[in-house]
Nanobody, 129 residues
Framework: EVQLVESGGGLVQAGGSLRLSCTTS????????IGWFRQAPGKEREGVSC????????YYADSVKGRFTISSDNAKNTVYLQMNSLKPEDTAVYYC??????????????????????RGQGTQVTVSS
């Protein structure tokens, strides 16, 4: 059974940093795209950042470019989202999701929400002003 479990959320002041982790289990695929998404109350879901396992392509939403970084540690089966210079508008539930055997889906498609094969339950991030 494939599972994605997020951790690292919490309460932080504006300007602060958090690092979210998405730990996968039962995930034996070589070709996948994994991404971070967020949803705030009353707002549409937003694809924050997506990365492909088969190449170096990454995608960042304009709202987080220069502040967030997606990375992975394959030995730990974990994908990270480093979030710096946090703003109150970054407050949301963040979750990770994956698409396997992704082609022809690209990181842009994934972050646009074209398809999710697996997703986690999410972790709350609250940024106070």
């Amino acid at each position: 059974e494939v599972q994605l479990v997020e951790s690292g959320g919490g309460l932080v002041q504006a300007g602060g940093s958090l690092r979210l982790s998405c730990t996968t289990s039962g995930f034996t695929f070589d070709d996948y795209i994994i991404g971070w998404f967020r949803q705030a109350p009353g707002k549409e879901r937003e694809g924050v950042s997506c990365a492909s396992s088969s190449d170096s392509n990454t995608y960042y939403a304009d709202s987080v470019k220069g502040r967030f970084t997606i990375s992975s540690d394959n030995a730990k089966n974990t994908v990270y989202l480093q979030m710096n210079s946090l703003k109150p508008e970054d407050t949301a539930v963040y979750y990770c999701a994956a698409v396997v055997h992704a082609w022809p889906i690209t990181v842009v498609h994934m972050c646009a929400g074209v398809r999710h094969d697996y997703r986690g339950q999410g972790t709350q991030v609250t940024v106070s002003s």
